[in-house]
């Protein structure tokens, strides 16, 4: 009868490491393209444009479509600031949240107080952190408005920054770092040679 090793990752040498890394890089699909997709969708609901065509990992491009009335597409400045504070701005942020530490009262009632700020707001669309990078222009824009930056181009900047940051977050899934420390959270095994068992 024949035994076989079994190995977990971080106790192959270096040329199985290089090998199971390169089966998985071209057998991957990227985990997080649903929660890619949820914040884009959620942006998209927000905003009046629709996204026609995108891919990252490769071509990093990313196209949409106008869907609002004509005069706000070529909109700068401070009214482009004010219009996005008077028509959006509550869509894609809340308040920051407080609470009081709770007591029980003598009936073993539980009582806090709690209360959204409407001064300090947070970003919000969904949850999922690559939010904060398509709503950045955004942010950037309202506290410095600029004459040079119309509707469109703010959209055109706020889709690209999410294609962007979704490549950088498809690219650090294809390193070393990452696949070690994937393989060890579920306890992936590997034969001498760095082919999973």
């Not at 270096?14 to 890394?21: I, N, V």
């Not at 998985?24 to 609901?45: G, H, I, T």
């Not at 990093?60 to 909109?75: A, C, K, L, R, W």
């Not at 806090?112 to 999922?128: A, M, V």
């Amino acid at each position: 009868m024949k035994t076989i090793n079994v190995y977990e990752f971080n106790e192959l040498n270096d040329a199985a490491k290089e090998h199971a890394l390169s089966k998985y890089q071209s057998s991957n699909d990227y985990p997080w393209n649903d929660e890619n997709s949820d914040v884009l969708n959620a942006f998209e609901k927000i905003f009046p444009i629709k996204v026609t065509d995108y891919e990252y990992g490769y071509r990093n491009d990313i196209s949409f479509e106008f869907t609002g009335h004509g005069e706000i597409e070529g909109m700068a400045g401070i009214r482009l600031m004010k219009y996005i504070y008077n028509n959006f701005y509550n869509e894609f942020t809340q308040g920051k949240y407080y609470s009081t530490q709770g007591y029980y009262d003598e009936n073993k009632k539980y009582h806090y107080k709690f209360k959204h700020s409407k001064i300090q707001r947070n970003n919000h669309l969904t949850g999922y952190y690559i939010e904060e990078d398509i709503l950045k222009p955004i942010i950037d824009f309202l506290k410095e408005p600029n004459d040079n930056i119309d509707f469109n181009d703010l959209m055109n900047s706020c889709l690209y920054a999410w294609i962007h940051a979704c490549d950088n977050d498809y690219q650090n899934t294809l390193t070393m770092e990452y696949y070690e420390e994937h393989a060890m959270a579920n306890e992936y095994e590997f034969n001498e040679d760095g082919s999973m068992c």
